[in-house]
């Protein structure tokens, strides 16, 4: 599924964008918006792979909204532009979109621009290695996000979140988490399990960071509350019991 998000600021408008979007099995709307500003603190705080948006909209429009996601990431989400006036498409492709779209357009059209979306996303996606993770001796994970590369010492990790196929990673030393495309099992197998222990479906933590233990919540150094799944309950409180000191 190609994670995606729709912007225009007329809402008959972004209303069609969330129909046709919606239609298209391979697509995934996270988010509508109703301006580029708003889209931003989207494109800031998860992943987004393609973007379909109008070009003519206040405050931020759509030309320089891509061009301000592009500088921020290697290789920016996809873009498909959508607009009333055809003298805004030279624009638009300067802007690296792979699409146009001029209103009203039909969902043919719209499919056209989404195949073109497909494509590139899966292109992409050869171009990186099977491997999604490596590890090394140094304390070290090297993880795919955002097209990049990066890097991260296994002792920053606080823990990490599993949301759908994605992972969240949330590190001390970073002020975001950093979101990949992986399966817990797999990063699970990439840390070492004598500081990583997995407490419930959706988490793994670091056990180094572990402030208080109460009731069926771990309470992280940041005030960070989890909560024990019962499948993984038995296993924590063996670990919990090996350390506690008594007479």
């Known amino acids: 599924m190609i994670k995606c998000i729709a912007i225009d ?18 697509l995934d709307l996270v988010a509508s918006c109703h ?17 379909f948006l109008d070009i003519n909209m206040p405050d931020l429009n759509g030309i320089d909204f891509a ?11 996809v873009m498909v532009f959508t607009t009333a006036y055809s003298e805004y498409a030279i624009e638009g492709y300067k802007a690296n979109a792979v699409g ?36 090394d001796e140094d304390g070290i994970i ?9 890097r991260i010492g296994i002792e920053n ?10 992972l969240r990673i949330y590190c001390d030393d970073r002020p975001k988490p950093v979101v990949v495309l992986l399966s817990m099992k797999k990063i699970e197998e990439s840390l070492p399990e004598n500081t990583f222990m997995r407490i419930h479906r959706s988490f793994i933590i670091n056990l180094k960071k572990i ?34 000191l008594s007479k």
């Open 9 to 26: 600021d007329e809402p008959l408008a972004l209303k069609k964008l969330e129909t046709y979007i919606k239609k298209i099995p391979y």
């Open 35 to 51: 301006n580029a500003i708003e889209a931003k603190q989207v494109v800031d705080t998860q992943l987004v792979e393609a973007i």
């Open 67 to 77: 061009k301000s996601v592009e500088q921020g990431h290697s290789k920016g989400p």
């Open 100 to 135: 146009y779209l001029l209103k009203p357009y039909s969902f043919d059209e719209f499919e056209a621009a989404a195949q073109k979306v497909k494509d590139i996303c899966e292109i992409r996606q050869q171009a990186m290695t099977d491997v999604t993770t490596q590890s």
């Open 142 to 150: 090297f993880v795919k996000s955002d097209y990049k590369i990066v």
């Open 157 to 166: 990790i606080n823990y990490i979140e599993a949301m759908s196929e994605y």
């Open 211 to 244: 402030s208080e233990v109460k009731k069926n919540h771990v309470v992280l150094e940041g005030d960070v509350s989890l909560p024990i799944g019962d499948n993984y309950k038995e296993a924590f409180m063996n670990y919990l019991s090996s350390k506690i």
